[in-house]
């Protein structure tokens, strides 16, 4: 968040003395509000795999600092697991949508239909390289028509 912040000329709130995320969230929206600032985003450490740990300061977080939106990132060549961590979050934390990464291949398709389906939420944003420019509004009907042309997928309702 350091290098996209200084990239876009946006300030970045850190703390490296503490390793309480609650407090470390409560400091960063208490400046940002004194700043005057209209969005504040939260980037919470990534992780491969759920753990109790993880889920139990999570919620903790959206107790204390009362997000407006929770936005799940889930790296779409973890497969199933993707489905796994977008199930487990929304079960937890009732996530408001989901931005999916890697999603640079034709194979990625299935990633999207499943977190889409176990989590009822839409997929709001999708990247598909390193850069923010990569960063784009998903369109679900652009990947289905990609998918369906190259005879990747038969769906029937």
Known sequence: MQVVGKQLNIPVF???????????????????????????ILDTAGRLHIDEELMKELENLKISVKPHEILL????MTGQDAVNVAEKFEETLGIDGVILTKLDGDTRGGAALSVKKVTGKPIKFAA??????DIEVFHPDRMTRKNFRNGRYFICH
């Open 14 to 40: 850190s703390n490296e003395t503490s390793k309480d995320v609650v407090k470390i969230a409560k400091q960063a929206k208490e400046t940002a509000i004194s700043k005057l600032n209209d969005v504040i």
């Open 73 to 76: 990132v889930v790296d779409s």
């Open 128 to 133: 598909t390289g390193e850069k923010l420019s």
